[in-house]
């Protein structure tokens, strides 16, 4: 498989529940990114990963909690969501930061009821 | 601070229509400017990347231009079809943030008509 591959494709979960996105890139890239695109809003940065090593948290609320355990992997697990966190969060990886353009995966459509 | 605007919101044009969307950014140090498609509930996939250093990039029947010193760019689609319907997105690295934060622009939505 290549690309940039996102799994669940779909989530419905509870305000009280917790579970976990999960991003995984065949590219051979460095960088990982977690977006969220909310209706009608830009594409908003969350989290960079470089080597592993988180380089920006831009501002995210703490029930949002990222995981790389390596530069192929990357999780967002998700717990006491609220009903505005439904969005489409999108994975993305690039080569390394500057020259290089992104590729993104097919993200997950989360609705939190 | 850098923003990134996209011009018109929405397009709707006949199908064979060549069109022009329009992209602006405020800062002129960029890295790259980078041009997405985006179906629907679906991710976003590449057309084109345009490095800082050049005017253009080319695939198939779309092009892209960048003009740094203006903060423009424009994805130039020839012969327009049924299937370009999605929505159009450019995004901007930033020069001054060590290339992490890239900008997005709220895209334009494009129905071409069959």
């Known amino acids: 498989e290549t690309g940039v591959t996102q799994t669940p494709r779909h989530l419905v979960m509870g305000m009280t529940n917790k579970k976990s996105l999960k991003c995984e890139q065949h590219l051979g890239h460095n960088a990982m990114y977690w977006y969220k695109q909310s209706a009608k809003k830009p594409l908003e940065l969350m989290f960079v990963y470089n080597f592993k090593e988180q380089t920006e948290n831009n501002s995210v609320p703490s029930r949002f909690s990222p995981e790389c355990p390596n530069s192929s992997h990357l999780f967002l697990h998700l717990h006491t969501l609220q009903p505005e966190d439904s969005a489409l969060y999108l994975c993305?990886?690039?080569?390394?930061?500057?020259?290089?353009?992104?590729?993104f995966g097919s993200g997950t459509r989360l609705t939190v009821v | 601070k850098q923003e990134v605007t996209q011009i018109p919101a929405a397009l709707s044009v006949p199908e064979g229509e060549n069109l022009v969307l329009n992209c602006s950014f405020t800062?002129?140090?960029?890295?790259?400017l980078q041009w997405f498609r985006q179906d629907p509930g679906k991710g976003l996939t590449s057309l084109l990347l345009i490095q800082s250093s050049q005017r253009e990039q080319t695939s198939g029947r779309l092009n892209a231009s960048l003009d740094k010193s203006s903060g423009r760019s424009t994805l130039y689609i020839a012969a327009s079809q049924p299937g370009d319907s999605a929505t159009y997105l450019c995004?901007?690295?930033?020069?001054?943030?060590?290339?992490?934060?890239?900008?997005f622009g709220a895209g334009t939505r494009l129905f071409v008509k069959a």
């Open positions: 995004a901007v690295r930033p020069g001054n943030t060590g290339g992490f934060k890239t900008i």
């Open positions: 800062d002129s140090a960029i890295y790259n």
């Open positions: 993305a990886s690039s080569q390394g930061t500057s020259n290089y353009g992104y590729t």
